[in-house]
């Protein structure tokens, strides 16, 4: 049997760890959390970093926020949010492997309050055809860290995004050249040479040195 991971204290999308609450049926291990909204629930380990965000209100809010009315719910802004969300919460949402799964989600000051996102993207920039972008694809959606592009520059965003998978890490090429202390750019050529990945990232450049035939 491997060695128990201490989750106590970790936070997976709005459930915070508390602490070690016995064992189920299948003798799996169960931790108490503490759900953002104040409700207190029991999730097996596998579950907590596979796919449970909450106790179970996010869907609720994902399915009543179609439901609310604030005179802006057919305001295309609107429908931008209820996109992030599901992305960001949503497990049965095809994208989510890409957002919530990797744990980006949305901060609370826009999550919880539709009106300042819509104020935000009002004030820094929104136009009929721009889309939101990330500025750090690892980071959240939040203030500091969005910006409206078009669609043609996001694109071209996403084309230059790569994710990588070695050993159970998932990062980005940017990210595996930190990592490795490869020049991203050797990386990305090894990439598109149709490399294999251990080789990719771990065999060092080779260093070329000048020599003196006088």
């Not at 931790?31 to 629930?41: A, E, P, S």
């Not at 992030?84 to 919460?89: D, F, L, P, S």
């Not at 990210?175 to 750019?185: C, G, H, L």
Request: aromatic residues 12%.
């Amino acid at each position: 049997m491997g060695k128990l991971i201490d989750l106590t204290g970790k936070r997976f999308g709005k459930l915070i760890v508390i602490k070690k609450n016995g064992k189920d049926k299948f003798r799996q291990n169960m931790w108490l959390c503490k759900c953002d909204c104040g409700n207190y629930v029991t999730v097996r380990a596998y579950s907590l970093k596979n796919n449970t965000r909450s106790c179970g209100c996010l869907q609720k809010e994902l399915t009543s926020m179609s439901k609310k009315t604030h005179g802006l719910s057919k305001n295309i802004l609107y429908s931008v949010m209820y996109s992030i969300k599901n992305r960001c919460y949503n497990k049965n949402e095809p994208s989510y492997k890409y957002y919530g799964k990797r744990g980006i989600i949305i901060c609370n000051e826009w999550k919880n309050n539709f009106i300042s996102f819509y104020n935000w993207a009002i004030n820094n920039g929104y136009k009929k055809g721009l889309t939101i972008d990330r500025i750090d694809v690892n980071g959240n959606y939040e203030p500091n860290n969005c910006r409206w592009i078009t669609i043609q520059e996001q694109q071209k965003n996403k084309r230059n995004t790569v994710y990588i998978k070695y050993n159970r890490q998932i990062h980005t090429l940017e990210e595996w050249a930190k990592i490795t202390k490869i020049p991203q750019k050797t990386l990305h050529q090894r990439y598109y040479d149709n490399w294999g990945i251990e080789k990719m990232l771990t065999q060092q450049r080779e260093i070329h040195r000048r020599i003196n035939w006088n």
